[in-house]
């Protein structure tokens, strides 16, 4: 049987408008297609792996996997509630954090309200205010910052939910607890304010974030955490949201019960306890860090100092010809036009051998451009 072309009637339009998200090429596919073995630095994960007490731990509670997960998350959310001195009823878990921003939209949107953001920020929430049949409001960025004051100022009775990531992906930059403070004074608390902090074990910056004592006071706010950074859980979804407990009960109604698996919760748990995992994770980020401002700049290229796990930079060319360029040299980065940045290229930091190969694709990179930027002129 063949179906009919696409009709309005079947795929609302809030949902057939969305453009579809491409996901990056595995990289079995690239490494096929090139015949020898890429990096990939592409997807902010962490480049020393899992934390090996998750491995130990999924490899103990495989053979449980003909059990369905426990629902509640009980043991995975208590030991969360302990680590962020809060009671449970304050803490929900996602299969990542993507999922809680897709669930909260849906609880908080509808036709005729409107969630609010930045311009060049994570994707996933104006997808997911378009999806839940809102509308998706956006600021410009300043100087690749957001503009907290442009956000307030922004705001209109249709704003139901504002989304800030801290720092933002894709540029890597932060605003302090100080600057969070007098931005949310100007925010009703009719307004759900959504603060990711994906990145948060990275950021080694005494006046950061103050967000767990907000939630502690009861202000009407939702903290994101992930497991897929600085732990290494990617592959297994696991997130969580801490918030008023009048937001957690209210995704629970709507969430799938099963939403975590048993495999992600386990690993998550032993994560939590892996200490040496994130330090080293976070030690070797930072000298990647240290690396990239230094040699980006010495190539010509334009960067921002990150406080992430990945740097944003801009080579003056159109960010997916310099990707396309790269990809042939077996380095796979981000280039940023779906995120509104069409000039930048995202980097992960990887390990120190992945880092310097990375310098040295754009080195080449760069060497070509300006060849061919001299051939130009002399035929001019
Ligand atoms: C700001 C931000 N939030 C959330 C996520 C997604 O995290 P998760 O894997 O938990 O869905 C990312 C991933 O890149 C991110 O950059």
Do not use: W
Not at 81 to 99: C, D, F, K, W
Not at 106 to 115: D, F, I
Not at 137 to 161: K, N, S
Not at 226 to 247: C, D, M, N, Q, W
């Amino acid at each position: 049987m063949t179906v009919k072309k696409s009709s309005p009637d079947r795929v609302p339009d809030r949902v057939s408008s969305l453009p579809p998200y491409i996901p990056g090429k595995p990289i079995e596919e690239v490494e096929r297609e090139l015949g020898f073995t890429p990096i990939k630095l592409a997807s902010n994960e962490n480049p020393l792996g899992p934390s090996p007490k998750a491995i130990e731990a999924v490899a103990r509670y495989l053979a449980q996997s003909h059990r369905y997960p426990d629902a509640a998350g009980t043991y995975l959310r208590e030991k969360l509630a302990a680590r962020h001195s809060v009671e449970m009823n304050h803490i929900v878990l996602g299969a990542g954090s993507t999922e809680l921003i897709q669930l909260l939209c849906h609880v908080y949107l509808e036709p005729g309200r409107a969630g609010l953001t930045s311009q060049g920020t994570f994707v996933m929430f104006p997808l997911a205010v378009r999806a839940a049949g809102g509308q998706a409001l956006e600021v410009p960025l300043q100087d690749y910052a957001y503009d907290l004051d442009a956000l307030a100022g922004r705001l209109d009775d249709t704003v139901r939910v504002v989304y800030l990531a801290n720092p933002n992906n894709p540029t890597g930059t932060l605003f302090t607890a100080t600057a969070f403070d007098r931005f949310l004074a100007r925010i009703p608390e009719s307004v759900l304010v959504i603060l990711d902090e994906a990145y948060c074990d990275y950021v080694e910056r005494p006046d950061y974030s103050r967000s767990l004592d907000l939630v502690r006071s009861g202000r009407y706010l939702m903290v994101l955490r992930t497991f897929s950074k600085a732990h290494g859980l990617a592959g297994l979804r696991v997130g969580y949201g801490i918030a008023h407990p009048e937001i957690i009960s209210a995704l629970n109604k709507i969430r799938s019960p099963f939403n975590v698996s048993s495999l992600a919760m386990v690993a998550a748990q032993a994560a939590l306890d892996d200490t040496e995992h994130i330090r080293r994770s976070v030690e070797s980020n930072r000298r990647g860090l240290a690396f990239f401002a230094r040699e980006l700049p010495r190539l010509g290229l334009r960067t921002i100092p990150s406080a992430a796990n990945f740097v944003y930079c801009e080579t003056g060319r159109a960010a997916k010809e310099d990707f396309k360029a790269l990809l042939q040299m077996g380095v796979i980065v981000r280039p940023m036009g779906f995120m509104g940045l069409p000039a930048g290229l995202r980097i992960t930091v990887g390990t120190e051998e992945e880092n310097q190969r990375v310098i040295e694709a754009l080195a080449k990179l760069q060497q070509s451009a300006a060849a061919s930027a001299g051939r130009e002129r002399s035929r001019a």
